[in-house]
């Protein structure tokens, strides 16, 4: 193999590792419709949010709280990389909520463009992405 050819493939393998986090996933965005009332947001908001015990943003919009089914990887990749919890601590705290009565699940998609569609156009939605995306209709959210 030439040498050009193995620099070739040499700095395509770095670009692909400078869109990948060190633990070989996508790294993960938070976004939000555009009516959500935050441009930051902090970890421990984020927690109450996605654990369904912030129900309304301060603008009075309800939080429609949207995520990917439990074993997908980037729903597995968000809640312990960016929120802290384990997945199924998540999945405990959502079935207390349905089966004491006292709230409901959050709105689960089947992958990452149906999470980008469902987010972009409910009012007071927030969810999370793998890689960065550029929509008008959603705004990423800083995590302090």
């Known amino acids: 193999m030439s040498r050009s050819i193995r620099l070739w493939r040499l700095s395509l393998a ?15 965005f938070v976004i939000a419709n555009s009516h959500v009332p935050y441009s930051q947001i902090s970890i421990n908001q984020l927690r109450a949010i996605f654990g369904m015990r912030t129900r309304a943003w301060p603008n009075g919009l309800a ?20 929120i802290n919890v384990y997945p199924y601590q998540l999945r405990r705290a959502w079935d207390r909520l349905i089966f004491s009565g006292t709230g409901q699940a959050p709105l689960t998609v089947s992958d990452q463009t149906a999470m980008i569609e469902t987010v972009a156009r409910t009012p007071g939605a927030i ?6 995306i550029d929509d008008e209709r959603l705004q990423v959210l800083r995590v302090d």
């Open 14 to 28: 770095c670009a692909a590792l400078l869109c990948v986090s060190p633990t070989g996933l996508a790294q993960d």
């Open 63 to 82: 939080v429609v709280v949207v995520v990917l089914p439990d074993s997908a990887p980037s729903h597995i990749s968000f809640c312990k990389k960016t």
């Open 127 to 132: 969810g999370y992405v793998s890689g960065a």
